[in-house]
Antibody, heavy 124, light 108 residues
Framework: QVQLVQSGSELKKPGASVKVSCEASGYTFNKYAMHWVRQAPGNGPEWLGW????????RYAPGFTGRFVFSVDTSVSTAYLQISSLKPDDTGVYYC?????????????????WGQGTPVTVSS | EIVLTQSPGTLSLSPGERATLSCRAS???????LVWYQQKPGQAPRVLIY???IRATGIPDRISGSGSGTDFTLSISGLEPGDSAVYYC?????????FGGGTKVEIK
């Protein structure tokens, strides 16, 4: 079955960096875009952007450029999210989520499935 | 950016009743590009409906979506205890993709 498995929880100090991994299985990795979503404690989800897993080209949502970097390693069917210069406001659960449907016309921007989430806590 | 407003914030209903959740967009959503997710505590969201009204694989027909333009509705009939969750709408018709604030459904 299609599955996304993310790396474990992280506790970081302000100013540090973190790299979250998302390993895909059950489908052809480079045929579907991968999205990243953040959910701060008690809040709804917030879209960070997506990466074309075939070309490696990332697209970032407004407000998530500069410190946020998406990448992929197709040899291990894994997507990565790296966040630098962490701030306490970056605290939350970070999800990878596969595009729900892709065709020759591109991928639709709904997500299925989602990874299990990686809690990231930024605290001094 | 399209802002999605969900109402009510919380819905408290008894088993067997019908839940009606609203998602209103600040501007028209292209091509009915709206999806509904269910999220239970400690879990990732799960897709229920995409394309405003298309059930995802494995979703029972007591869950339905409707609407277009700026007004969308998720309906859940014959509520079961397992339907207790937070429900989010999300639009994917234009970038940036945006989510609503969620409706919490409680089963009495």
């Amino acid at each position: 079955q299609v599955q996304l498995v993310q790396s474990g929880s992280e506790l970081k100090k302000p100013g540090a960096s973190v790299k979250v991994s998302c390993e895909a299985s059950g489908y052809t990795f480079n045929k579907y875009a991968m999205h990243w979503v953040r959910q701060a404690p008690g809040n709804g989800p917030e879209w960070l952007g997506w990466i074309n897993t075939d070309t490696g080209k990332p697209r970032y949502a407004p407000g998530f450029t500069g410190r946020f970097v998406f990448s992929v390693d197709t040899s291990v069917s894994t997507a990565y999210l790296q966040i630098s210069s962490l701030k306490p406001d970056d605290t939350g659960v970070y999800y990878c989520a596969r595009a729900g449907h892709c065709s020759g016309a591109g991928c639709q921007g709904w997500f299925d499935p989602w990874g299990q989430g990686t809690p990231v806590t930024v605290s001094s | 950016e399209i802002v999605l407003t969900q109402s009510p914030g919380t819905l408290s209903l008894s088993p067997g009743e019908r839940a009606t959740l609203s998602c209103r967009a600040s501007q028209s959503v292209n091509s009915r590009s709206l999806v509904w997710y269910q999220q239970k505590p400690g879990q990732a969201p799960r897709v229920l409906i995409y394309g405003a009204s298309i059930r995802a694989t494995g979703i029972p027909d007591r869950i339905s979506g409707s609407g277009s333009g700026t007004d969308f509705t998720l309906s859940i009939s014959g509520l079961e205890p397992g339907d207790s969750a937070v429900y989010y709408c999300q639009q994917y018709g234009s970038s940036p993709l945006t989510f609503g604030g969620g409706t919490k459904v409680e089963i009495k």
